[in-house]
């Protein structure tokens, strides 16, 4: 096999094949496929797409270049992945909610990308919390607690972690098929059962427009499928943050009020939607609402707490976390609100500017190597639809300094619009698919 001969099958838009792409993605991994060949492939797969079978072959060739878990589990293991959006701390919620129903969720996670936040950076704002476990650790927490959110090992799809760097700067990331074959890569990994995908759709989410959300869930949801685990998928709203709060430590502090306090809205309806999804398909439910309905059992009566605690303690944090969450999250020294401008209705937010702005206060990375502040964020942000009284606050900051803080209301004042007449608000979920 010769890397030439696949790129000019997808130049001569002919199907490189199975045998090819397993050859191609293993040369990836071993780096017998130069910089310059993995670029010209992504070009070609990006300008000539692939046809269903193709996206499942480099699929599975990809999941297949480097370690694979297996699983021996009373009970079956299920995950699911966000495809990226602001305030959305789903992951932290439902993991522990699904382990309280029986299910075993070995959730390989990743850092923000872009004006989104990553789940592994969230978990890292609880003091002491270590995410990077070998492979035994992994196991062990998994089958004591039913639950562990980590990050990959270096050997754990190699193929796409060299592709993917390759496509940051050949311009192009935004290729459905490859898109899918980068997420579902990992996860199959894993060794999952059952997987639910939460493709996000909106102002705050990769995918802006309800056309280009719906083919990247489909193109999931069959390339998953095609490749041996049972998916489904959700196209939920993105127009403004999931939670009230984006930023690491405050979404951490948002999910622990589902969990602990019993909190209300789209962040504790969301994670029962697609819990009841994944209960229904991995066996443990009837059907969706009675998973639903069990997913909101664990949560009201704290067992899924409990097990986020346990996890915590298993990763290094605080022994007593869940009793005790708000003593050990970190503040950051300047919080302000910030004063809607005018009388009126909260009609839209440029939720991908909010995200960003977060970024800009430290709470994501600009660079590869920027260390995050866990504690600058946005809190207590204002709802699509709401009325709001000039000099009533939108959202309050938090910032690591006061020249931080006014850049970061800034901001928010352009990114948060106003007007007399209310908005026609989205569903939070606008199709299943699957």
Same mark, same amino acid.
């Given at each position: 096999?010769?890397?030439?001969?696949?790129?000019a099958?997808?130049?001569?838009?002919?199907?490189p094949?199975?045998?090819? $792409?397993?050859?191609?993605?293993?040369?990836?991994?071993?780096?017998?496929?130069s910089?310059?060949?993995?670029g010209?492939? @992504?070009?070609?797969?990006?300008? %000539?797409?692939?046809?269903?079978?193709?996206r499942?072959?480099?699929?599975?060739?990809?999941?297949?270049?480097?370690?694979? =878990?297996?699983?021996? !589990?009373?009970?079956?293991?299920l995950?699911?992945?966000?495809?990226?959006?602001?305030?959305?701390?789903?992951s932290?919620?439902?993991?522990? /909610?699904?382990?309280?129903?029986?299910?075993?969720?070995?959730?390989?996670?990743?850092?923000?990308?872009?004006?989104?936040?990553?789940?592994?950076?969230?978990?890292?704002?609880?003091?002491?919390?270590?995410?990077?476990?070998?492979?035994?650790?992994? &196991?062990?927490?998994?089958?004591?607690?039913?639950?562990?959110?980590?990050?990959?090992?270096?050997?754990f799809?190699?193929?796409?972690?060299?592709?993917? /760097?390759? %496509?940051?700067?050949?311009?192009?990331?935004?290729?459905?098929?490859?898109?899918?074959?980068?997420?579902?890569?990992?996860?199959?990994?894993?060794?999952?059962?059952?997987?639910?995908?939460?493709?996000?759709?909106?102002?705050?989410?990769?995918?802006?427009?309800?056309?280009?959300a719906?083919?990247?869930?489909e193109? =999931?949801?069959?390339?998953?499928?095609?490749?041996?685990?049972?998916?489904?998928?959700?196209?939920?709203?993105?127009?403004?943050? $999931?939670? @009230?709060?984006?930023?690491?430590?405050?979404?951490? /502090?948002?999910? !622990?009020?589902?969990?602990?306090?019993?909190?209300?809205?789209?962040?504790?309806?969301?994670?029962?939607?697609?819990?009841?999804?994944?209960?229904?398909?991995?066996?443990?439910?009837?059907?969706?609402?009675?998973?639903?309905?069990?997913?909101?059992? /664990?949560?009201?009566?704290?067992?899924?707490?409990?097990?986020?605690?346990?996890m915590?303690?298993?990763?290094?944090g605080?022994?007593?976390?869940?009793?005790?969450?708000?003593?050990?999250?970190?503040?950051?020294?300047?919080? %302000?609100?910030?004063?809607?401008?005018?009388?009126?209705y909260v009609?839209? !937010?440029?939720?991908?500017? =909010?995200?960003?702005?977060?970024?800009?206060?430290?709470?994501?990375?600009q660079?590869?190597?920027?260390?995050?502040?866990?504690?600058?964020? =946005?809190?207590? !942000?204002?709802?699509?639809?709401?009325?709001?009284?000039?000099?009533a606050?939108?959202?309050?900051?938090?910032?690591a %300094?006061?020249?931080?803080a006014?850049?970061?209301?800034?901001?928010v004042?352009?990114?948060?619009?106003?007007?007399?007449?209310?908005?026609?608000?989205?569903? $939070?979920v606008?199709? &299943?698919?699957?």
């Amino acid at each position: 096999m010769d890397a030439r001969e696949v790129i000019a099958r997808l130049r001569r838009e002919e199907p490189p094949g199975e045998a090819a $792409l397993r050859w191609f993605a293993q040369g990836l991994a071993d780096g017998t496929v130069s910089d310059a060949q993995a670029g010209a492939f @992504a070009m070609g797969v990006c300008l %000539r797409g692939l046809g269903e079978a193709e996206r499942v072959a480099l699929t599975q060739a990809m999941r297949d270049s480097g370690t694979r =878990l297996a699983w021996d !589990m009373p009970g079956p293991v299920l995950d699911k992945h966000s495809t990226g959006g602001i305030g959305d701390c789903v992951s932290l919620v439902l993991a522990p /909610a699904l382990a309280a129903c029986g299910a075993y969720v070995p959730m390989i996670s990743g850092r923000g990308l872009g004006h989104t936040g990553g789940t592994l950076d969230k978990m890292e704002a609880i003091p002491g919390l270590v995410t990077g476990v070998s492979e035994a650790r992994f &196991r062990a927490i998994v089958d004591e607690v039913g639950c562990a959110i980590v990050s990959a090992s270096a050997d754990f799809a190699p193929a796409d972690k060299r592709l993917y /760097a390759i %496509r940051d700067v050949t311009a192009t990331v935004e290729s459905v098929d490859l898109i899918t074959a980068s997420i579902l890569s990992k996860k199959l990994a894993a060794g999952l059962e059952g997987l639910v995908l939460d493709v996000k759709c909106g102002s705050g989410a990769f995918m802006k427009t309800p056309e280009a959300a719906r083919a990247l869930a489909e193109a =999931l949801v069959t390339t998953a499928n095609g490749a041996g685990c049972s998916t489904k998928a959700v196209i939920s709203d993105m127009n403004q943050p $999931l939670a @009230a709060s984006l930023g690491n430590a405050l979404e951490v /502090a948002a999910s !622990m009020d589902v969990l602990c306090d019993g909190a209300r809205g789209a962040l504790r309806d969301l994670t029962v939607v697609l819990g009841g999804m994944l209960l229904e398909g991995g066996g443990l439910a009837r059907d969706a609402e009675a998973g639903a309905a069990q997913i909101g059992a /664990a949560l009201d009566s704290g067992a899924a707490a409990e097990r986020f605690g346990r996890m915590v303690a298993m990763m290094g944090g605080p022994l007593r976390f869940a009793e005790d969450w708000r003593r050990f999250l970190p503040e950051a020294p300047v919080i %302000r609100e910030v004063a809607a401008p005018q009388a009126g209705y909260v009609t839209a !937010m440029e939720g991908e500017a =909010l995200g960003l702005a977060v970024v800009r206060l430290g709470g994501g990375r600009q660079v590869e190597s920027d260390a995050v502040d866990p504690a600058v964020g =946005l809190s207590d !942000m204002v709802r699509l639809g709401a009325w709001v009284e000039k000099g009533a606050p939108l959202c309050r900051i938090h910032a690591a %300094r006061e020249s931080a803080a006014d850049a970061a209301q800034a901001a928010v004042l352009a990114a948060v619009r106003i007007g007399p007449e209310a908005p026609v608000v989205p569903d $939070l979920v606008h199709e &299943r698919i699957g």
